[in-house]
């Protein structure tokens, strides 16, 4: 298993700390998430020589491909083509957000960045929108067009509850390239990102199902404290469930 921590482009108090955890071998990659207009604090990632995965921005940052009126799109996409030739990332990560799911797909597919993943949804967005892409139906439409798949054990949770069913069998069917988790609530259709111990999401079973995979990439979207250290503590937790 391939263990990654999450940080953003704007975090560089926290590069020279990520530089060091992956010197100790804490972690295996950095997953770094792009705010838009941040390219140059990125330069001294590249130069670290740690592996790395690019997540684009998403409607909080003004990108949501599913929006065909949405002006910024072009514009933030050209940018994350920016980012992608600088750190020369091993996935790029894209949520399908929330709108028409033909324009997500037609636009991320005419615009085409390599190793592109469509990261699947919660049904309901923290704003109350209905998010696309939170079914392995409409995640399958992406699928046939050429994306890969990034798993969010969250979202998949947050989306059964919405919708009464279990996702997560459907959605490792699809052999999704890399993972996310956190922990949560079951009761609850919003997105939390706790902590794993702090809420009841079966941690152990996602282990064993991340396990029974080869070589699988597992990002870390647990809450920031002190430097990283709360990252390092979350990885302990899940790496000692049995």
């Known amino acids: 298993m391939r263990i990654g921590i999450k940080i953003w482009s704007t975090n560089t108090e ?3 700390i990520a530089e060091e955890l992956y010197k100790q071998e804490m972690f295996s990659y950095l997953e770094v998430y792009m705010v838009p207009g941040t390219i140059k604090n990125c330069v001294i990632l590249k130069k670290m020589g740690i592996p790395l995965v690019l997540h684009a921005p998403h409607s909080r940052h003004g990108f949501n491909a599913a929006d065909r009126n949405n002006k910024k799109n072009s514009e933030i996409y050209d940018e994350i ?17 929330f709108g028409e799911i033909e324009q997500s797909i037609r636009f991320l597919k005419t615009k085409g960045i390599k190793n592109s993943l469509i990261e ?6 923290l ?8 079914t392995p139906e409409e995640i ?7 994306f890969g798949f990034c798993l969010d054990f969250s ?12 996702f997560i069998p459907q959605f490792l069917s699809l052999g999704p390239k890399m993972f996310h988790i956190s922990d949560g609530h079951r009761d609850s259709d919003k997105d939390e990102h706790l902590n794993l111990g702090e809420g009841d999401f079966d941690i152990k079973s996602i282990k064993k199902r991340i396990e029974a995979l080869n070589n699988a990439m597992l990002t870390f979207e647990t809450p920031k404290t002190t430097g990283l250290d709360n990252d390092i503590k979350n990885i302990n937790y899940f790496l000692k469930s049995k």
């Open 14 to 16: 926290l590069f020279p």
């Open 127 to 134: 704003n109350g929108e209905d998010c696309i892409g939170a």
């Open 155 to 166: 979202h998949a949770i947050k989306a059964g509850h919405t919708l009464k069913k279990d």
């Open 81 to 97: 083509e920016q980012f992608a030739l600088l750190l020369k990332p091993e996935f790029v990560i894209f949520h399908p957000e």
């Open 140 to 146: 399958s439409l992406f699928l046939k067009a050429g």
């Open 120 to 125: 699947n949804m919660p049904k309901s967005g």
